[in-house]
């Protein structure tokens, strides 16, 4: 311990005779040579042997505070649909935010009803809208109640805020401020449809394309690349004029459709663009009503065929 450049071998013996649990393995899987061994070391030695975040062994909140008790703003992640893909973190982090900055309060009201059972566990922030039409108009608030010292979760309707969602404007300034930013990571639609489509991970987003067709056209060929998997959002009223476009310029395209994904009526279509346009427009009148919420936003992913 006294030797401050101890060799890698001898920094992970030490490890494992203070800590063969699991945080050793992640210590291990994620970092070999660990600089700083005083400071790993008495994380370790503090939670015990084979003992982990969240047991009890270490007091521990979703954020921390600076020297100067301002506390960062939290960018969090939520379910895409299904609740119980919230996560520990993010729960706590919600129960322990002073102000909640939501895309839609009514939306988010009900993802709180849903997460917490008991009235009584219930987050008591206050919502506050932020969205695309009054970002630009909420960002001082936002960042003077996380100078002031309040807690601030930043929250989008589903998914991981900034992402085609409202925030980016908000975190940007928050940089410009000095202040610090935290992510607490979580559901994004755009990992979940590539972890289940069998494309490449390598990818180009694009999010939501123009309405018009003329420059939906041009971002599609200007996204399009050997070797990437496009992704883009769409309201699924447009998702068929979206692959016809696609199929005019590249009729060999391969395409991974998700839609309501996480929920009960989860879809995911992998087909040759022609054919998938002919599986939609083929669908029966009835599951077209039953499956899905029109104004819900879909992704799907596209790939080169591979040859």
Same mark, same amino acid.
């Given at each position: ?52 975040? $969240?047991?009890?062994? !270490?007091?521990?909140?979703? &954020?921390? #505070?600076?020297?100067?008790?301002? +506390?960062?703003? %939290? ?110 990571? $979580?559901?994004?639609? !755009?990992?979940?449809?590539? &972890?289940? #489509?069998?494309?490449?991970?390598? +990818?180009?987003? %694009? ?101």
């Amino acid at each position: 311990l006294r030797d401050p450049n101890p060799s890698p071998s001898l920094r992970l013996g030490m490890l494992r005779r203070l800590a063969p649990g699991p945080i050793l393995a992640a210590l291990i899987a994620s970092r070999p040579y660990i600089p700083n061994m005083r400071r790993i070391l008495s994380t370790v030695t503090r939670r015990g042997p084979g003992r982990g975040v $969240g047991d009890g062994s !270490v007091p521990i909140r979703a &954020s921390i #505070s600076d020297q100067n008790g301002v +506390h960062p703003l %939290l960018v969090l992640a939520t379910p895409l649909g299904n609740p119980e893909d919230i996560s520990l973190r993010a729960r706590r982090a919600l129960s322990e935010a002073d102000v909640i900055y939501c895309e839609d309060t009514r939306v988010s009201q009900g993802l709180m009803q849903a997460v917490y059972q008991s009235d009584n566990d219930r987050p008591s922030a206050k919502l506050r809208s932020l969205h695309s039409h009054n970002e630009g108009h909420r960002i001082e608030e936002v960042l003077e109640a996380v100078k002031s010292g309040q807690r601030v979760a930043l929250i989008s309707d589903a998914g991981t805020p900034g992402i085609s969602d409202p925030g980016a404007r908000v975190v940007e300034a928050a940089h410009q401020w000095g202040l610090k930013v935290s992510p607490i990571p $979580g559901p994004s639609a !755009v990992s979940t449809l590539l &972890s289940v #489509s069998g494309m490449p991970s390598k +990818h180009i987003f %694009l999010g939501f394309l123009p309405r018009g067709r003329g420059q939906r056209v041009a971002r599609l060929k200007q996204g399009l690349r050997p070797g990437y998997t496009l992704v883009v959002f769409s309201p699924m009223r447009d998702v068929i004029e979206l692959l016809e476009d696609l199929r005019d310029i590249a009729p060999t395209a391969l395409v991974t459709l998700g839609r309501e994904l996480t929920k009960k009526y989860e879809e995911v279509k992998r087909l040759p663009v022609i054919a998938l346009i002919d599986s939609l427009n083929n669908r029966p009148e009835e599951e077209k009503k039953r499956r899905g919420e029109p104004m819900r936003l879909p992704s799907w992913g596209y790939g080169q065929r591979r040859r």
